[in-house]
């Protein structure tokens, strides 16, 4: 009994000596995982970093050219739209200047004053055609608008209601086209009968109106 007693105490000693070592790994142990997961923690603060900073500019930066590549792609399609379509219009714009050179809407004389002179003929044979009367033409000064070149004539003529009537249709059917514009219309005075003295009614009736001509303006 008395030598097992120093075996206890060693045993004690040595359970001691096994914990204090163990307690001191331990606190070894805890600053280096805490340094581990404080490097893990930086990577991963420099990774969202990055993230942030670099890849997501360039992601925002790419969606946007992708929508603007996409906003030229359309806009592309849509002008080989149109060029497709630009020789049917040339076409159809031909063909509807082709009709009117047919129709003969302008005058195609090569001066103002000729086209003047070919117009104040037309509307002189117009009115001694119907039974009327021409007083007198007047060329007015020519007026340019455009591509076009507007001819003017001021008519001063006498006849009744029938003369007058068939004048302006003659007119404004013509070819080319003719325009009845600022037509002025009054009665004439009636002659005094010698027997009674009395100033009869007049059925004639004095009428100024311009009439308006177009041609094609001529390149100076």
């Given amino acids: 009994p008395a030598r097992k007693k120093p075996i206890q105490k060693n045993r004690t000693q040595t359970q001691g000596a096994w914990r204090v070592s163990?307690?001191?790994k331990l606190d070894l142990r805890t600053p280096a995982l805490s340094q581990r997961w404080l490097a893990v923690g930086l990577l991963?603060?420099?990774?969202l970093v990055i993230i942030l900073v670099v890849i997501v500019p360039v992601i925002n930066k790419e969606m946007e050219l992708h929508d603007a590549k996409n906003s030229l792609v359309f806009r592309l399609q849509q002008y080989e739209r149109i060029l497709a379509k630009k020789d049917a219009v040339?076409?159809?714009m031909d063909t509807i200047k082709q009709q009117h050179e047919e129709q003969g809407y302008f005058n195609s004389q090569n001066t103002d004053a000729l086209a003047s002179a070919e117009m104040q003929e037309f509307i002189k044979k117009a009115i001694v055609d119907a039974g009327g009367q021409l007083s007198s033409t007047q060329a007015l000064p020519v007026s340019n608008k455009g591509k076009f070149s507007r001819i003017t004539v001021?008519?001063?003529?006498?006849?009744?209601?029938?003369?007058?009537?068939a004048v302006l249709y003659k007119i404004e059917t013509s070819t080319p086209l003719i325009i009845i514009d600022q037509i002025d219309i009054r009665p004439m005075r009636g002659k005094r009968?010698?027997?009674?003295?009395?100033?009869?009614?007049?059925n004639e009736l004095n009428v100024n109106f311009q009439a308006v001509s177009f041609m094609r303006k001529q390149p100076e």
């Fill in 193 to 202: 009968n010698r027997t009674t003295r009395q100033i009869e009614s007049s």
């Fill in 44 to 47: 991963i603060a420099v990774v």
């Fill in 22 to 24: 163990k307690a001191k």
């Fill in 90 to 92: 040339i076409a159809s």
């Fill in 154 to 165: 001021r008519v001063r003529m006498t006849g009744n209601s029938e003369v007058l009537r």
